[in-house]
């Protein structure tokens, strides 16, 4: 565990000023390069830099990425398979047990009062 003066003031944020403006997140990078016609890469073989324009015949990579995940899915490749399924069929859903909700609780603990009130408002419009 951390000491004390370097752990982060109880209510005082770890990030006070944020993401700077402008920058963009991860996933808004990847789908930018993947929807490009044409890139550039500097690969280094042998010590040697190379300059690769990859260009993805007038579509974009999305399909590139796209003809080889199906084609490791025809291969045999399980994983592949599971994640096209997931993308074109959807998730399966999953079983959720539920509890039965009549019961009223022995205590509970909630400091606003409204907060009190619309579970309850829940509670009951379940038991309905």
């Known amino acids: 565990m951390p000491k004390e003066d370097t752990q982060f003031k109880k209510?005082?944020?770890g990030n006070p000023k944020g993401r700077p403006k402008g920058s963009i997140s991860y996933t808004d990078a990847l789908k930018r390069v993947l929807a490009a016609e044409k890139m550039s890469?500097?690969?280094?073989?042998?010590?040697?830099?190379?300059h690769i324009d990859v260009v993805s015949n007038g579509k974009n990579f999305y399909d590139g990425i796209a003809v080889v995940q199906i084609m490791e899915a025809l291969k045999g490749?399980?994983?592949a398979i599971k994640d096209i399924s997931d993308r074109v069929e959807g998730k399966p859903m999953q079983k959720v047990e539920?509890?039965?909700v009549s019961q009223k609780p022995?205590?509970?603990?909630?400091?606003?009062?409204?907060?009190?009130?619309?579970l309850e408002g829940v509670v009951n419009s379940i038991n309905e």
């Open 106 to 118: 022995r205590e509970i603990i909630v400091s606003d009062q409204a907060t009190l009130n619309a």
């Open 98 to 100: 539920t509890k039965d």
């Open 41 to 50: 890469v500097e690969l280094t073989v042998n010590g040697k830099k190379k």
């Open 77 to 79: 490749n399980m994983q």
């Open 11 to 13: 209510g005082q944020s």
